[in-house]
Structures are given as C-alpha cells and as structure tokens.
C-alpha cells in the first residue's frame, strides 16, 4: 500500500475525530477489541476455503479483508462507509470477483442468499440496538442456508450488570473515543444473533487490551509499536486523545472485554 493515501479522518480536529481513525492515522493496523487473536480466532471458525463467496462489513484500514484474502476465497466483496478506507481496501484487492463498495451494512443493495460466509468487526458496537438488529437481520438475508456469519465486538460483562451501571459505561467509552458506542453483554450479543435465525457455533471472549503494550506489540509487533510510540511522542494532543481512550478502558477493565462469535444461518 502506498503510504501517500489518504488516511480517514485525517484533516479532522483530533479532538473530535473518532478513536479508530485517531488510532490509524499513529500507525495502528490492528483496530479490533480482541486484537490480532480473537481475528484470528473467528476466521478460524469461518473455515473460509476456496469454495466461499465472503462478504466482509466495514473492513476499515482492511487488516482481516488480507487474512481473509490469503485462504483465496472464490469471491470477496467489502462494504464500506468510508471513502479513504474504502480505497486502502481496494489497494489490497485484485481480479474482478474481489471488490469494495461504499455503502452500508444495513442495506448493502447485495441480493438475497448471495454470500456463504459473512463478517463484520468491531463496527456493531458502534450503532444502535435497532442498527444492530437491522444489520445482523441483512447479514442473514444475503447469506445462503447454512451459510457462517462471524462478528467481533466489544462487550460488557457480566451478563447480570446493572442496566444503569451498563449506560455509565457506555457514556464514557462514547465521549473517549468520540463516536456512539452501545457494546452490549454477551448474552444480549448471543441473543441478537438467535433472533435472526442463526445457531451460534462458536464463542470465544478475551479481555479489552487494545492500548496495553503487550497486547500492542503482540498484535503490531515491536517495530510497528515502535512506530506508534514515537507518533505518540511527537503529536501531542493525539497522545491526549490515546490516553484518554486509555483511561477510560483501564477504569472499566473489569466490565469491558471483546468477543467474538461464528454462527450458523439455520436451513428453512
């Protein structure tokens, strides 16, 4: 990829630009809850071979769109929002059976049972308990029978939280990384995805270390957290906005986590 593309987000006020793209714009590849693992983690569980037709929601800066690519699946199409991300996927892409739209998951103008495996990450955390239900309910409708969805997620444990206890935290993690976040308790994770007619298959949860730097170099290795130190270093009011996302991560360490989970579109 050439580093002169345009990275999301980029002549945003820092201030208010969300903590994903604040994150990519340092040098972040791996931007996911779980990290570079639980990614791993659910692509194994997708068992994506060279027979699958892969649908990928909002693959962002495109780090798993590249995992996914590897196991050369007989098509793969990315659905995008944003622009600048969008043409960093495309970047990746070749042949004419890989593409990256822009749109949105929640009307991806796919048809009906077109897909046999579908994954979207870190991207329902961020929407509404009605967006997510619209999106989970479009994963299924472009999936054939049988067919695997994965996500990966942040979520709010345990399952017997306090609903007011849940909406603090949720507050907080939305004014840290300056975008609407609603992660929700696995069990309500789970629950979505019954209610759209898919059979969990596998489950999988590991703690929120996105900003630990044993998490950061595990998941960007030591030159690539090298990189982000020293860009932390040298932009100060970035730094600003890492630690405070930070903060607020530690603060909650014991309720937040990230999860991932495989399921199985039911045969009618």
């Keep these: 990829m050439s580093e002169k593309m345009a990275m999301p987000n980029e002549h945003r006020n820092v201030s208010?630009?969300?903590g994903h793209w604040v994150l990519a714009q340092l040098g972040k590849k791996v931007l996911r809850p779980g990290g570079k693992e639980l990614t791993q983690k659910m692509l194994q569980s997708l068992k994506i071979t060279t027979a699958d037709r892969v649908v990928e929601f909002a693959p962002g800066m495109?780090?798993?769109a590249r995992l996914c690519l590897e196991k050369a699946p007989k098509s793969y199409t990315a659905i995008e929002q944003n622009e600048q991300a969008a043409e960093?996927?495309?970047?990746?892409?070749?042949g004419g059976l890989q593409l990256c739209k822009?749109?949105?998951?929640q009307q991806t103008g796919l048809e009906?049972?077109?897909a046999t495996v579908v994954y979207g990450e870190a991207m329902l955390t961020m929407q509404s308990d009605s967006?997510?239900?619209e999106i989970?309910?479009?994963?299924?409708?472009?999936?054939?029978a049988g067919g695997r969805y994965g996500i990966h997620e942040l979520c709010i444990s345990p399952d017997s939280i306090a609903p007011s206890a849940k909406r603090a935290i949720q507050k907080e993690v939305s004014e840290a990384i300056q975008h609407p976040a609603k992660p929700i308790t696995p069990v309500e994770w789970k629950q979505l995805m019954l209610d759209n007619g898919f059979e969990i298959e596998f489950e999988a949860v590991a703690p929120m270390h996105l900003l630990e730097p044993k998490r950061m170099i595990d998941d960007e290795g030591i030159l690539g957290f090298l990189k982000?130190?020293?860009?932390?270093?040298?932009r100060p009011k970035a730094r600003a906005r890492v630690l405070g996302m930070r903060k607020v991560f530690s603060k909650h360490k014991h309720n937040l986590a990230a999860i991932t989970l495989v399921a199985k579109k039911k045969q009618i």
Excluded: D, F, M, Q
Aim: charged residues 25%.
């Design 88 to 94: 960093i996927v495309r970047s990746y892409l070749k």
């Design 112 to 114: 009906e049972s077109v």
């Design 136 to 144: 989970i309910a479009e994963a299924s409708r472009i999936l054939e």
């Design 102 to 105: 822009l749109g949105n998951a």
């Design 62 to 64: 495109g780090y798993t």
């Design 228 to 234: 982000i130190a020293k860009n932390l270093l040298t």
């Design 16 to 18: 208010k630009t969300p």
């Design 131 to 133: 967006r997510k239900n």
